[in-house]
């Protein structure tokens, strides 16, 4: 799903991602969740700034904001991937 959206996302488009899971006790482990995040919206063309994590009386959550890194990749299967 994250090519699509990278794909329609603009150039100045924003993706704002939250989460709260309730195994989440401390801080650390809501860190290295957005760690991998990072790492995966990176790799589908998305740069994050650093990740906002709040304890909560709910317990820890986090939200990432990541932007468009570079012009958007075609789509497998779309008519300029085939033009290849």
Do not use: K, Y
């Not at 603009?10 to 899971?21: D, K, R, S, T």
């Amino acid at each position: 799903m994250l090519p699509l959206i990278r794909r329609l996302l603009a150039p100045e488009g924003e993706l704002w991602l939250f989460n709260q899971l309730p195994g989440w006790g401390e801080s650390a482990t809501a860190l290295g969740f957005a760690a991998e995040l990072t790492e995966v919206l990176a790799d589908h063309g998305l740069a994050t700034d650093d990740p906002v994590i709040a304890d909560l009386s709910s317990g820890t959550a986090l939200c990432i904001r990541s932007r468009p890194l570079r012009e958007p990749m075609p789509l497998a299967g779309s008519h300029a991937a085939n033009r290849r």
